[in-house]
């Protein structure tokens, strides 16, 4: 069973090839074993943390892939991140009352019951 | 000026992986180190403990010479010069995900254990992107899993002159290459004092530029040790077993067994054994200009052992049980025969 650690502030680089290896608001910086005991500083502001009680870790890992020139024989790295996770959406959908599968555990912090349910935030 | 220490622990730390410290610590070091408001150096202190995050900088800092990223391991809980389980290690299995890469200019690492256990061909331990003011110091590079037949313990494609120093530095890689060093021609890469031993492809490799090797050590590498025509001319004190090192006052091993040089080199144990032909045959490079700012500069080996008289080939200075140097070859041979 899985949970995400997701950057909640967008870092730039002035260079736009270079900003596409920046870390982004949305970018899963970890993923951990349900009941991780967070750092001191892996939360709000920084971070939000998603939790899957329901989802093992392998499935989740493919959001920790970043994407590669697969042209170039070193496999260069032109994005940090494959996938975002909308965290505004996922705000929204823990606020909406008809919405079961997304519960807010408290500030910052937030259940998702399903991987299908998470792919929804996914961008 | 306001520097910022961060730690990496199980629990109990500011953070429970380097990639979330590096990317939680994003930001302008040259005018707001961790949102300080002021200029200043971050720390990031990582603890004992096995990291499974592969980590990134990212490219979201503004550094420089003064206020740069020091990722480090404080000396009490830091790896004395074999792979230790024990201490902060970071192994990743994610395919060609480099375990630590280097996207910012002005990093530094310091007593770090760096593995890359996936099964894809091409994938590094550590990679540096194309950067200068990049400092490797006092690691261990290991490769491990399965395929791997394009992998490096280290890999750089920086082109700047003189961008990257790596000292006191352990490669391993059983499937490939130890270090491979950039494509600079003036040279881009300085290699002091570092092991590569039993490479399956080369202990030290350049895509295209030269590098600057000094009492550096490569043994038993599948190809050869260094890559033909890879060292700056002012290269010296280099060892190898097949007679490839650059450029002046090679040390040749040729003929000589690891077992020889090495206390344990099948289990990556590349401390010198006491008549190692690799003791006293190094040149003193403290005062050298491109070891500023690194062990080195304080004489210290792998271990934290102070390197005394005419340094030792390799990342290990050997020092006699009882902390004494060891004594000279001949001087050695005198006493025991």
């Given at each position: 069973?899985?949970?995400?650690?997701?950057?909640?502030?967008?870092?730039?680089?002035?260079?736009?090839?270079?900003?596409?290896?920046?870390?982004?608001?949305?970018?899963?910086?970890?993923?951990?074993?349900?009941?991780?005991?967070?750092?001191?500083?892996?939360?709000?502001?920084?971070?939000?943390?998603?939790?899957?009680?329901?989802?093992?870790?392998?499935?989740?890992?493919?959001?920790?892939?970043?994407?590669?020139?697969?042209?170039?024989?070193?496999?260069?790295?032109?994005?940090?991140?494959?996938?975002?996770?909308?965290?505004?959406?996922?705000?929204?959908?823990?606020?909406?009352?008809?919405?079961?599968?997304?519960?807010?555990?408290?500030?910052?912090?937030?259940?998702?019951?399903?991987?299908?349910?998470?792919?929804?935030?996914?961008? | 000026?306001?520097?910022?220490?961060?730690?990496?622990?199980?629990?109990?730390?500011?953070?429970?992986?380097?990639?979330?410290?590096?990317?939680?610590?994003?930001?302008?070091?040259?005018?707001?180190?961790?949102?300080?408001?002021?200029?200043?150096?971050?720390?990031?202190?990582?603890?004992?403990?096995?990291?499974?995050?592969?980590?990134?900088?990212?490219?979201?800092?503004?550094?420089?010479?003064?206020?740069?990223?020091?990722?480090?391991v404080?000396a009490?809980?830091r790896h004395v010069g074999k792979w230790n389980?024990?201490k902060?290690?970071?192994?990743?299995?994610?395919?060609?995900?480099?375990?630590?890469?280097?996207?910012?200019?002005?990093?530094?690492?310091l007593g770090l254990q760096?593995?890359?256990?996936?099964?894809?061909?091409?994938?590094?331990?550590?990679?540096?992107?194309?950067?200068?003011?990049?400092?490797i110091d006092t690691c261990i590079l290991?490769?491990?899993?399965?395929?791997?037949?394009?992998?490096?313990?280290?890999?750089?494609?920086?082109?700047?002159?003189?961008?990257?120093?790596v000292v006191n530095t352990i490669a391993i890689?059983?499937?490939?290459?130890?270090?491979?060093?950039?494509?600079?021609?003036?040279?881009?890469?300085?290699?002091y004092n570092c092991t590569?031993?039993?490479?399956?492809?080369?202990?030290?490799?350049?895509?295209?530029?030269?590098?600057?090797?000094?009492n550096c050590v490569?043994?038993?590498?599948?190809?050869?040790?260094?890559?033909?025509?890879?060292?700056?001319?002012?290269?010296?004190?280099?060892?190898?077993?097949?007679?490839?090192?650059?450029?002046?006052?090679?040390?040749?091993?040729?003929?000589?067994?690891?077992?020889?040089?090495f206390v344990?080199?099948?289990?990556g144990d590349y401390h010198l054994?006491?008549?190692?032909?690799?003791?006293?045959?190094?040149?003193?490079?403290?005062?050298?200009?491109?070891?500023?700012?690194t062990s080195l500069?304080s004489s210290l080996d792998i271990d934290g052992e102070t390197r005394?008289?005419?340094w030792d080939i390799g990342a290990d200075e050997y020092v006699?049980?009882?902390?004494?140097?060891?004594?000279?070859?001949?001087?050695?041979?005198?006493?025991?025969?």
């Open positions: 069973m899985a949970e995400l650690l997701i950057l909640a502030f967008d870092t730039s680089n002035k260079d736009p090839e270079q900003d596409r290896l920046a870390w982004k608001k949305g970018h899963v910086i970890a993923v951990m074993e349900d009941g991780h005991k967070w750092g001191k500083e892996e939360c709000l502001p920084k971070f939000h943390i998603i939790k899957l009680p329901d989802v093992k870790v392998e499935e989740v890992q493919k959001y920790m892939e970043s994407k590669h020139d697969l042209f170039d024989k070193e496999r260069r790295q032109i994005e940090i991140r494959k996938y975002k996770i909308d965290l505004s959406e996922v705000d929204i959908a823990a606020k909406s009352a008809r919405e079961k599968d997304v519960i807010t555990e408290k500030e910052g912090i937030t259940k998702i019951t399903s991987v299908e349910k998470l792919e929804e935030f996914v961008k | 000026m306001s520097d910022v220490t961060k730690t990496v622990k199980s629990s109990g730390g500011d953070y429970t992986s380097l990639n979330a410290a590096l990317a939680g610590m994003s930001g302008n070091l040259t005018t707001n180190c961790g949102g300080t408001g002021s200029a200043g150096i971050l720390t990031i202190e990582c603890y004992a403990m096995q990291d499974t995050t592969a980590a990134s900088t990212g490219t979201g800092y503004t550094t420089s010479s003064s206020y740069y990223i020091n990722i480090t404080p009490a809980e389980g024990d902060y290690n970071l192994i990743t299995t994610a395919d060609s995900t480099p375990a630590l890469t280097i996207a910012e200019n002005y990093t530094r690492c760096l593995s890359q256990n996936g099964g894809y061909n091409t994938r590094q331990c550590l990679k540096v992107n194309n950067l200068t003011g990049i400092i290991k490769v491990g899993g399965t395929g791997g037949a394009s992998s490096e313990s280290f890999s750089t494609s920086c082109t700047a002159t003189y961008s990257v120093v890689n059983p499937l490939h290459t130890g270090f491979q060093a950039g494509e600079g021609g003036s040279p881009s890469v300085v290699f590569a031993v039993s490479c399956a492809y080369k202990g030290f490799d350049s895509y295209r530029g030269r590098t600057l090797l000094k490569a043994h038993s590498s599948g190809n050869s040790d260094y890559n033909t025509g890879m060292g700056d001319a002012a290269s010296t004190n280099n060892a190898s077993e097949d007679g490839s090192a650059p450029n002046t006052n090679e040390v040749s091993l040729n003929g000589i067994d690891l077992t020889d040089i344990d080199a099948a289990n054994v006491v008549d190692s032909p690799l003791i006293n045959v190094g040149a003193d490079l403290h005062s050298d200009t491109y070891a500023a700012n500069a005394s008289g005419t006699a049980a009882g902390g004494g140097s060891a004594l000279p070859n001949f001087m050695y041979h005198y006493m025991h025969h």
